[in-house]
């Protein structure tokens, strides 16, 4: 019996490895979480270390991991970006559209949380264009603050305010309950395109501010990025 040439064995070897890699991981890209675009005391003192960890490393990080979970036990959910799939929760199969819903938009409304914000003085004005959209909306950028602020604080329980670019073009303010938000094709939802969304759950003020949301909201305009809500605002414009 001939000996099999080493280059063959090597690559029958490869060839198994491949197919056992195959088998151990999911043929579908996994969502992952995002890292933390600064560190998790830069947003003190409005937003203490703390609380950023925990958000980030644990309550955003199980979003994730739930959201992963549902899309192994479903693979036709794992054709959609992160932005379809909150498009489309209407469609997806009723035994598993609250898990998608919720673990979805907690990893979506998260991802932008994270972005819209940044240490305190370093997130830049609104542009030019978007402050004239905003008073073309609002008559005055205070006057949407105060209407911001209103959602915010009128949220009853768990859910976000946002300041949304609506199909017609102009801006709103919303809000939403628990993980939902404006993309969602889903009755109740005022839809647009999201230009910065304010988590108004407890998970993300209550070490600090206990039952003062409204304090919470009112320091945290300090840190918005107004360098993403501008990038935001131009992406949405045809
Ligand atoms: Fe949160």
Redesign the pocket.
């Known amino acids: 019996m001939r000996a099999r040439p080493l280059s063959g064995m090597l690559l029958s070897s490869l060839a198994a490895l491949v197919l056992l890699l195959a088998g151990a991981c999911p043929a579908w890209a996994a969502f992952s979480l995002p890292p933390l675009p600064y560190s998790a005391e830069a947003l003190e003192p409005v937003i203490d270390a703390t609380t950023m960890a925990l ?1 980030h490393d644990r ?1 955003h990080a199980a979003y994730v991991a739930n959201l992963n979970a549902q899309i192994a036990a479903d693979p036709a959910l794992a054709e959609l970006s992160l932005d379809a799939l909150q498009g489309q929760i209407g469609r997806v199969p009723a035994a598993v559209r609250d898990a998608v819903r919720n673990n979805g938009g907690g990893h979506w409304n ?1 991802s932008q ?1 994270w972005a819209v914000m940044a240490p305190p003085g370093q997130g830049g004005e609104p542009s030019a264009e978007l402050l004239a959209a905003i008073e073309t909306s609002f008559g005055s950028l205070e006057a949407m603050q105060t209407q911001f602020n209103q959602a915010a604080a009128g949220r009853f329980g768990s859910g976000w305010a946002w300041l949304i670019r609506k199909p017609n073009g102009s801006l709103a303010i919303t809000s939403t309950a628990n993980q939902d938000n404006p993309l969602m094709d889903l009755r109740g939802i005022e839809r647009g395109a999201p230009l910065l969304g304010l ?1 108004v ?1 407890e ?2 003020y209550y070490l600090h501010y206990q039952n003062r949301r409204p304090e919470y909201i009112a320091a945290w305009w300090s840190l918005v990025n107004w360098q993403e809500v501008n990038r935001r605002f131009a992406a949405t414009r045809a």
Request: glycine content about 0%; charged content about 10%; overall charge negative.
């Open positions: 958000h309550h998260h949380f988590d759950w998970h993300a």
